[in-house]
């Protein structure tokens, strides 16, 4: 039975062909591919290479995609390799009917008739008719040879141009309205582009698939993108993805960048792995796309305020997707720039020397979510501390949630500001007793301090192999604390343990398998041995002591302190200018006191 081209491309897209193939083949990186062993053949040098929708080998010259190695590894037909993938992937597979036939018949039609436009479009452009709107992309700066890679034309000025100039090859107006060229009108079809340079869509194999259109001059909408089609979904489709999957294979960067002009000017300077999306802001599917070629590309939006907020649209939609294996690349052009400006503005060397300062998302992300939030007062700091947990908080990693938590709250701590404070004057605030003076906090690297935090992290990390189903409410403190460098593998591994691990298998028992596996056990065991005179981890006790322990441990870590002074200081800053507000001076009396209270216990700590 044939199905679906689209369902068959759907099935591709959901099945990551590397983590199919790893299951059966052990695979290691090697640059932006996988490689191993083939099992078609015997070999002990890996020759057997995993590209983002294909494998190829180069001992045996097997090679297929997704579908072809399943028949191949296991003797299935076609059917039975694509049932078992649908499975995987929580896909049904299209029922053999006669409207299902008629279907692919219809987009195989639409793909037709899109290449046939395609080349009226381009016979226009270079033609007498077409010469102003050749006139303006050389006028772009592009070259014949980037034009006619691309393949850009000329939508023709005349109404009904394009159904007149199709009609001898027994393509209707019908069939151009479904192909998203033209539209119904109160008197018939009426064209979908008039008097516009024309860039043809591709999906990722190259199959054209829609169009899009600039208009000539300043008229409104500048740039128009054909309509949702059987061939064509803004949401799944990049410009130029098709061109950039070769370049980035051979080792160009991804480059993501707003529009199509930029597309095409970065790949004539020699920047041919951009892409870019089509009227829509990146989606799921976008991204999902993009890391299959890249584990990093570079966000690229123009240095405008619009493009900004359309750089931070993209990060808040990646960290919901964020994992140690993806991630991005955020580069920030000089204002009322974009790709194409730069480069005819300096070359290639301009944007080159741009792109060398791309940093990573850690890097620039608490800048993002810090621009434009009031800090001056308690309550925008509340917020912004807010916020930077909030987004740490969508990522669905835990491990990598945490490495984020703790690296938004050191720059939260290290940038804070305040209003300079205004001396007290007893008796000037009427009922109120005035505040007591700052409580000095400790330097961090004191060492005594540092060593006593070591141990108390040495034994709240012991509850928690002890007390393996605490580990949910505890995971987020966990992560902020300091431990030796010698446990902290084991710290790694159960919050991967965790992460996989079904909320029924938190015991104990398929915890130390888990870390057996790891060559961590022994190191587990010794750790628990070494601990086990502690009431909190004695045989007899409970999860509620160990919980209750867990706590009075962290409460007095130089984590909590400075959470505690920051929380003091704030609250004191906000007091000396509402010293009326009399929930803030018991806010006040109550983080002072709590302060004091760290302080006092910061050094104390039990005989191991």
Known sequence: MALPANFLEELRTRLPIATVIGKT???????????????????????????????????????????????????????????????????????????????????????????????????????????????????????????????????????????????????????????????????????????????????????????????????????????????????????????????????????????????????????????APLGTALTEEHLEEIWKLSPEPVVCFDGDAAGQRAALKTVELALTQLSPDKSLKLLRLPAKDDPDSLIKRGGKQAFEAELAKAQPLSAVLFGMLKAGQDTTTPEGRARLRQRLLGAANTIPDKMLAGEYRTALMDAFFANRQHPARQAFQPGGAGRFKPAPPPVPIPPRSSPDVEAADFERGRLMLAVLLRFPSLIAGLDEAFALIDLPPDEEGLRHALHGWAAKAETQHLDSASLLTHLRHLGLEESAQSLLRSTAKHDALAADSSPAEAVKAWWSWYQVMQVNVKTLAAQRDETWAYWTDHKDDLAAWERLKMYTLKLNEALSNNAAIEDF
């Not at 003797?75 to 039975?80: D, I, P």
């Not at 499975?87 to 299902?100: D, M, N, R």
């Not at 950039?244 to 960048?257: D, Q, T």
């Open 25 to 275: 083949v052990k695979l290691t990186r090697s640059g932006r591919e996988r490689k191993g062993c083939c099992p078609f053949h015997g070999e002990k040098t890996p020759s057997f290479y995993v590209y983002d929708d294909h494998y190829h080998c180069f001992g045996c010259g097997e090679h297929g995609d997704i579908i072809t190695f399943v028949m191949k590894s296991t003797g299935a037909g076609f059917m039975e390799a694509v049932e078992d993938l649908a499975g995987q992937a929580g896909l049904e597979v299209p029922k053999p009917t006669p409207q299902a036939a008629e279907a692919e018949a219809r987009r195989a039609t639409l793909a037709e008739v899109l290449e046939e436009a395609c080349k009226e479009y381009q016979l226009w452009l270079w033609g007498q008719e077409g010469r102003p709107a050749l006139d303006y992309l050389r006028g772009r700066g592009l070259t014949d040879d980037t034009i006619r890679r691309f393949q850009l034309g000329w939508s023709g000025a005349g109404r009904g141009a394009l159904a007149a100039a199709l009609r001898g090859r027994n393509i209707k107006p019908d069939q151009l309205i479904e192909a998203g060229l033209m539209k119904p009108g109160e008197r018939g079809p009426v064209d979908m582009f008039f008097g516009r340079v024309m860039f043809p869509i591709r999906d990722r194999r190259g199959g054209l698939i829609s169009f899009g259109g600039r208009i000539m001059g300043d008229g409104q909408p500048k740039y128009v993108n054909g309509p949702e089609t059987p061939l064509f979904s803004k949401r799944r489709s990049l410009y130029g993805l098709n061109l950039a999957r070769e370049a980035v294979r051979k080792g160009a960067a991804m480059i993501i960048v707003e529009g199509y002009m930029d597309v095409i000017a970065l790949s004539q300077a020699g920047f041919t792995g951009a892409v």
